[in-house]
């Protein structure tokens, strides 16, 4: 296949007139600076390298329009979360998740790390098939034409206060094994699918006593999985923390082996300067979510401040209140802009950079997220002529396109959107259908 793009992300900047070459899913050329060859596919706009959903939580999506009639925070948002997980089981989480990484590939999103913890039956009952869950998420990737990072969770605790951690709620009981090897067995048990890699994550300080963080951090290590975690998330778990075991998260985190290269720390919005050195030092990457951090009143985390350091960051949406990466990288920006009171926090390039390649490598996907030859024939197309980019500079378009504005993405090779069309037909019909169960309102 060779298409040929006006304009594109090359690794060494954007470029123009680029024609695109692909063989057997992988790009074979890229030549900048070139005339359309007759038989390419042209594409208007701006092209980018296939982006990286680092962090989903894909049963979340249920809870868009559902979750704002109260005041409250976090963990009152928790509660409604926890009602939704209740009504799922494999076959309402494939219709779902489906849907939803649909969602995702519209706007872009060529890979999803989804960080997954809602693996049993009613009561904490295993299914069957033990990860019958986890096979509906795989499933439901390959049927919307992306790849996946199955961040497989341990979740052991049902909270931590000053006291100690805390017993598993009814609710919780669905997220959690017997114990670390138990958690560790199971995931060696997924069959292998050739859009997948096996991840690890363990869910939290909250969730996670210490000995058994230590576990996780051994198990993922030995397996070669990468190992993701929510850190510093709320000023709450970081004072049960300090209050139980004398320590910041991220501290207790690198006591127990858990922060190195492989490791992605999601959130990380409350964090020490002490910490900031921890996650450093350790060659641990951060995953920024700013709608979900906005949306649930979590805080600004030190962005810049990470970046400045040398922690690579990547980008998720979470809850997905928005599936719209753009936005994700737009946010960040802004909300550095907020707290700092200057503009151009972080430059353009490596806003793109979060991405696509930051996202990707957190994901153990080192060959995609690059327009090169020899990296997965991943592409995003994105207009320049609708009401919200029309006049922009194509080297900006980063800061002010969204999801609405991709017109054609590409996985390794074959198209999966075009005209801003998904293969599955109507999405939205997807999503509606998938979610009013959930609700009652079939």
Same mark, same amino acid.
């Given at each position: 296949m060779i298409w040929h793009a006006a304009a594109a992300w090359l690794p060494g900047g954007l470029a123009a007139d680029v024609t695109i070459e692909e063989k057997d899913g992988r790009f074979s050329a890229i030549s900048p600076d070139s005339p359309p060859p007759p038989s390419a596919t042209r594409l208007a706009g701006v092209v980018f390298p296939g982006l990286a959903n680092a962090h989903s939580h894909a049963f979340h999506r249920a809870l868009r329009g559902r979750a704002h009639e109260a005041r409250g925070s976090f963990w009152s948002w928790r509660d409604l979360m926890y009602s939704v997980a209740?009504?799922?089981?494999?076959?309402?989480?494939?219709?779902?998740?489906?849907?939803?990484?649909?969602?995702?590939?519209l706007a872009g999103v060529t890979t999803v790390g989804e960080f997954h913890y809602l693996h049993h039956g009613p009561g904490g009952k295993p299914y069957a098939d033990a990860n019958a869950m986890g096979a509906a998420l795989v499933q439901a990737a390959a049927?919307?034409?992306a790849r996946i990072t199955l961040?497989?969770?341990?979740?052991?605790?049902?909270?931590?206060s000053a006291a100690g951690?805390?017993?598993?709620?009814?609710?919780?009981?669905?997220?959690?094994?017997?114990?670390?090897?138990?958690?560790? +067995?199971?995931?060696? /048990? $997924?069959?292998?699918?050739?859009?997948? !890699?096996? #991840?690890?994550?363990?869910?939290?300080?909250?969730?996670?006593p210490e000995a058994a963080l230590g576990q996780v951090a051994v198990a993922a290590g030995d397996a070669g999985w990468p190992l993701h975690l929510h850190l510093s998330e709320q000023r709450e778990e970081n004072e049960a923390c300090l209050g139980f075991y004398g320590r910041t998260p991220a501290r207790l985190c690198a006591d127990q082996g858990a922060l190195g290269p492989a490791t992605t720390a999601v959130h990380a919005t409350h964090l020490t300067s002490a910490d900031i050195d921890i996650l450093a030092r350790s060659g641990a990457g951060v995953c920024i979510?700013?709608?979900?951090?906005?949306?649930?009143?979590?805080g600004v985390g030190p962005g810049r401040e990470l970046a400045g350091r040398g922690v690579p960051l990547c980008l998720g949406s979470d809850q997905h209140g928005?599936?719209?990466?753009? +936005?994700?990288?737009? /946010? $960040?920006?802004?909300?550095?802009?907020? !707290?700092? #009171?200057?503009?151009?926090?972080?430059?353009?390039?490596?806003?793109?950079?979060?991405?696509?390649t930051g996202g990707h490598r957190q994901l153990g996907w080192p060959d995609c997220g690059e327009l090169r030859p020899g990296a997965r024939a991943d592409l995003v197309a994105v207009r320049l002529d609708t009401v919200r980019t029309a006049g922009t500079?194509?080297?900006?378009?980063?800061?002010?396109?969204?999801a609405g504005d991709v017109h054609t993405v590409v996985v390794e090779g074959r198209t999966v959107v075009s005209g801003g069309y998904h293969t599955l037909g109507d999405v939205g019909q997807l999503l509606a259908a998938a979610i009013a169960p959930l609700w009652g309102d079939e």
């Open positions: 209740l009504r799922l089981d494999p076959d309402r989480y494939l219709a779902l998740a489906r849907a939803v990484y649909a969602e995702m590939v049927d919307a034409g961040l497989d969770t341990c979740y052991l605790a049902g909270g931590l951690h805390e017993p598993l709620s009814p609710a919780q009981r669905r997220f959690a094994d017997p114990g670390p090897s138990q958690w560790a +067995a199971r995931v060696s /048990a $997924l069959p292998p699918a050739p859009h997948m !890699v096996v #991840g690890a994550a363990a869910h939290s300080v909250r969730a996670v979510c700013p709608t979900t951090e906005r949306d649930l009143g979590d928005t599936v719209d990466l753009l +936005a994700e990288a737009q /946010a $960040l920006e802004m909300d550095e802009r907020l !707290v700092s #009171g200057e503009r151009v926090r972080f430059p353009i390039p490596e806003l793109v950079t979060a991405l696509t500079d194509p080297a900006q378009a980063v800061m002010v396109a969204g």
